[in-house]
């Protein structure tokens, strides 16, 4: 069965910091990938997607990530974190014709002031 | 902005006592997903809908769940008669165009209780 998995349950940083959270699929065929944020309180809010082309997408709020086909990951960072980023990050996976989504568990990501 | 509303916020239900959880998706949208998320779990897909009926269905989808589109706008979720383990978040969403670049619109989703 598909799956998508990600590396950190919790992680904590001081503002400034560089992120980078891991996300790794085993779907292998063609996917549709995608992050969502979940600030405390609210809804899942899309982060950046990546359906083909240039494998470094740019998202909100100074986010990128990077799809490797080949580790069949897709790795959100961010240079500079701020206090404002803490939050849950979830990454999700479509197969390339279907239209629900696979999530992850999640990574809680704390930034301390 | 558009946005995925949905009612109540938080609901609190006896065990085997029947819950509708009401969803207002994106005006233009046609397919409508419900998910739900355990605490402490990942997100979990139970069901897609398309056209008036259910495309997809998950495993924890069974007889007790039932969604319904009964107007133009709402698209319910039915759980028949609950258990503890019901108790989640659960999330509806919409999209424009099912599979073919467009991403998923959540909604602040329903915190359901089951004591």
């Known amino acids: 069965a598909q799956s998508v998995s990600q590396h950190n349950h919790h992680v904590i940083l001081s503002e400034a910091a560089s992120l980078e959270l891991g996300c790794n699929y085993s779907?292998?065929?063609?996917?549709?990938l995608f992050w969502y944020v979940q600030y405390p309180g609210q809804h899942l809010q899309l982060l950046l997607k990546?359906?083909?082309?240039?494998?470094l997408v740019k998202g909100i709020k100074g986010f990128e990530a990077e799809f490797i086909k080949s580790k069949f990951s897709f790795n959100l960072r961010k240079p500079s974190v701020q206090w404002s980023d803490t939050a849950e990050y979830f990454c999700?996976?479509?197969?390339?014709?279907?239209?629900?989504?696979?999530f992850g568990k999640g990574t809680k990501l704390s930034v301390k002031p | 902005e558009p946005e995925v509303t949905q009612t109540p916020s938080h609901q609190v239900t006896q065990m085997g006592q029947e819950v509708i959880l009401r969803c207002v998706p994106i005006?233009?949208?046609?397919?409508f997903y419900w998910y739900r998320q355990i605490l402490g779990q990942k997100v979990e897909f139970l069901v897609s809908?398309?056209?008036?009926?259910?495309?997809?269905k998950s495993e924890i989808f069974d007889d007790q769940f039932s969604v319904e589109r009964p107007d133009g706008s709402n698209f319910t979720l039915k759980i028949r008669s609950t258990k503890l383990e019901d108790s989640a978040m659960y999330f509806c969403?919409?999209?424009?165009?099912?599979?073919?670049?467009?991403?998923?619109?959540f909604g602040q989703g329903t915190r359901l209780t089951v004591v």
């Open positions: 809908f398309y056209n008036n009926e259910i495309s997809e």
């Open positions: 779907y292998g065929g063609t996917v549709n």
């Open positions: 999700a996976v479509r197969k390339g014709s279907q239209g629900n989504l696979i």
């Open positions: 990546y359906f083909s082309g240039d494998p």
């Open positions: 005006s233009n949208h046609l397919y």
């Open positions: 969403a919409s999209s424009g165009d099912r599979g073919r670049g467009t991403e998923a619109f």
